[in-house]
């Protein structure tokens, strides 16, 4: 019975531990300056961030203009 209870709060600090980084800490990171021009960017261009393989984000550098990170 102990060890069902320690298996349940480490699955509830898990889920809290991903709730707040993604409530909380990935929308504070996306209004830093750097991260919003580029978003800002991404959108402006139609580019879904969400579909790219990782093998394209090298050359994004390449294509972005000057002044966007």
Avoid at 7 to 20: E, N, S
Avoid at 28 to 52: H, K, N, V, Y
């Amino acid at each position: 019975m102990n060890n069902r209870r320690n298996d349940l709060l480490q699955l509830a600090a898990y889920v809290a531990g991903v709730t707040i980084v993604w409530c909380f800490v990935l929308p504070l990171l996306s209004r830093q300056p750097t991260i919003e021009r580029r978003l800002d960017w991404l959108a402006s261009e139609r580019i879904d961030a969400s579909a790219m393989y990782y093998t394209e984000l090298e050359r994004m550098e390449d294509w972005m203009p000057e002044g966007v990170e």
